[in-house]
Structures are given as C-alpha cells and as structure tokens.
C-alpha cells in the first residue's frame, strides 16, 4: 500500500510538473504583495509591437521578460508573432526556458509588469542560439502579453527584431444587407416621387 501511495504521488507530481512548463507567475521571482525588481533593458517597436525587455536580478534566476503591445492598441489588430535574437550556449538554459507570465492584477502589480490573459497561447516553448519566432494565439492588440526567457547563467539580453500582426474588418450580417438594400431602395423612390410632382 505504501509503495503504491509513493507511485500516485511521484505519478501527480510528474503532471502537475508538466503543467507548469510554459507558465510563469510573480511569486516564482518573489513573495508579491512585496514590490518586485525587474529593471528595463530597453523598448524597441516593430511593425507597429511595442517590445519592452526587463532584466531578472536576484539569485536563482536569470530571466528576461518582454511586454508586447500595439502601439496603437486595437481589438481589430491581432499579433500573430514577435522574432527575437538570442546569443547564448546551449547549457545557459533553464529547464523551462519560454513561456507567458500569468497571475493575479495584485500580484502583477507587484511587478509594475503586466500579466497575460490566460486566453493567448505562445509556441513554441524552446530557444535556438539565434533567430526565434514565437507565434501567438487569442492575442488581439487591446491586451498586453508577457514572455519570459530563462537562463541558467548570466547571458546577453535578447534583441526584439520583428513583429507580425493580422487585422480584422467586420463582415456585413445578412440581414444587416438586406436592411441597408431596402433603405437604398426607399431613397430612391422617394426621389423618383419628388422628381414626378416637380414634373407634374
């Protein structure tokens, strides 16, 4: 019985182990409410994606997180991917190297870094020294999104070097169609009345 409790145990800590990968909150650089340093590293903006770099300082980590934005924010504008360039050697990485950090409003504001709403999805979940694009889901430029990057070891912070972005333009309903047809319709005949009793 003892042997079989130990094998569930280890078993759920495995799966609770896997959900985590990916999935960053404040308390994994700090014990929020208490403020949380993570200095600016710089803010550059592409094609129209605000990229703002904050730099981890502590011990145990060495992180770098990115706030991506529309410049112009927008819910009819979707940030479909940012590229990134990295310079490190492969055993620089920590085991769960990219992800999105999530989290209560109190405990981001502990940050002063906005958290990701849980809707938007980030992959892929690995790093190449390099060139790397992430590719976004559910991310509409009216919401803020931010991705961490671990490190093992001291490293250079990463340059934001590109962005792409989707925009989407309102469909007319059928029945909105029919409705603007039959207004146009109505203009025209009474038009054609007022031409007839100037006529007549």
Known sequence: MTRLTASVFFFCLLVSSGWANGIKHPSDYGSPPSPITFPSCGSVTQNG???SCFGGTGPGFNDFLFTFALQTPSASTDITSVTLDF???PSDLSPDPVGLLEGTTTDCEAMNIACTPPQVTVSPLALVDGSNKFTFTNFTGDLTVTEYFSFNDTVTAPTFTGATTSSTTATPEPSEIGLLIAAFGSVI?????RQAKQNS
């Open 49 to 51: 994606v605000v990229g």
């Open 87 to 89: 310079d490190f050697s």
């Open 189 to 193: 005949a009474l038009r054609r009345r």
